[in-house]
């Protein structure tokens, strides 16, 4: 099945630094990507989708000066999280849409999930 | 928009007894679903999926659910669980749109005793 990778795994930084989070899709082309973020014992919340060669479309709410997303090519999209604060702290996910064909004519778009970056900002 | 409720937050289950966790969703003509498992400190796996066809769907690790368009459902069940499904369950849906993420619901802890 498709495969998208996340990187690091996680992080560990200070108050104010930049953090980068990588989402690659290994074995697909993905032109659509979408971030998650999850606080401890809640659900998955979207952040933004990213279309490959366009700006990112971020969820209300969402700082985009703060979230900074690049998807430049077909199998990358970073995050980057700028003026990291403790309350950045979360498990950040991504996802990237793959094509898929059905049987009964119909065809559709399926979510690969990367096993997501734990950010803890001190 | 789309909207997912998953009706228990949590739900206690001795082991090898079956389990069912609802899901309902907000209508639509055509959605896609899903059923994904979070176990501590780790990513989504993906259990099953419902896209076309039978609407008894079945997965991975034994488990099935059953898409019932009238009720908007998509209940999983299991008919015996073990210690190790102890995990968070996240139900979720999708438009057919290529650019249309996936909106999930808030999760049922799955806590199997022995």
């Known amino acids: 099945g498709a495969v998208v990778s996340q990187h690091p795994s996680w992080v560990i930084c200070k108050s104010g630094t930049s953090v980068k989070i990588e989402c690659r899709s290994l074995d697909f082309q993905a032109t659509t990507m979408f971030w998650y973020r999850q606080f401890p014992k809640q659900s998955l919340m979207l952040m933004a989708t990213?279309?490959?060669?366009?700006?990112?479309?971020?969820e209300q709410g969402v700082e985009k000066d703060k979230f900074l997303i690049n998807h430049a090519s077909l199998t990358l999209s970073t995050l980057t999280v700028t003026s990291a604060h403790p309350e950045d702290s979360s498990f950040y996910i991504c996802?990237?849409?793959?094509?898929?064909?059905?049987?009964?004519?119909?065809?559709?778009?399926?979510?690969?999930f990367g096993p997501g970056t734990r950010l803890t900002v001190t | 928009a789309q909207s997912v409720t998953q009706l228990d937050s949590q739900v206690p289950v001795f082991e090898e007894a079956p389990v069912e966790l609802r899901c309902n969703y907000s209508?639509?003509?055509?959605?896609?679903l899903f059923w994904y498992v979070q176990y501590p400190n780790q990513g989504l796996q993906l259990l099953l999926k419902y896209l076309s066809g039978s609407t008894l769907v079945k997965g991975i690790n034994g488990f099935e659910a059953e898409f019932n368009k009238s009720q908007t459902s998509f209940h999983l069940r299991k008919p015996s669980v073990h210690i190790s499904d102890t995990a968070e369950y996240f139900c979720?849906?999708?438009?057919?749109?290529?650019?249309?993420?996936?909106?999930f619901g808030k999760g049922t802890r799955l806590s199997v005793i022995a």
């Open positions: 996802s990237a849409r793959g094509e898929w064909g059905g049987t009964s004519g119909r065809s559709g778009y399926e979510q690969y």
């Open positions: 209508s639509s003509v055509s959605v896609y």
């Open positions: 979720a849906v999708s438009d057919l749109g290529a650019n249309t993420p996936l909106v």
């Open positions: 990213s279309n490959e060669g366009s700006k990112a479309t971020y």
